[in-house]
């Protein structure tokens, strides 16, 4: 383990960004699959809801540990924007079929 006196400002920089992108990545990607589920899930509506809400919590959790175990911060952030477009176009064909 480095000493606090060796750690580069790449290296410190590396972590603020992680811990930005865990942050702001986990809550954008925990609303979309919120969203996203509470209008797939075959349950009542409020049901649903609060399943989706429920799960929202794990998908933050996961996102958080998606981000710091990837071996780099451009690794976490293709990996956060991927599944991020991939619950929106989700969202999107889904809204798109409650449409009249």
Sequence with gaps: MASPARITPAERASVAGRIVLA???????????????????????????????????????GIVVLVFALRTLLRATVAVAGLAGLLGLGLWLAMRGLAP
Excluded: D, N
Aim: no cysteine; charged share 5%.
């Design 23 to 61: 942050a702001g990545g986990g809550y954008g990607v925990a609303a979309l699959a919120t969203a996203f589920l509470s209008l797939v899930l075959p349950l009542a509506r409020a049901e649903a809801v609060a399943a989706a809400t429920l799960l929202s919590f794990a998908v933050m959790a």
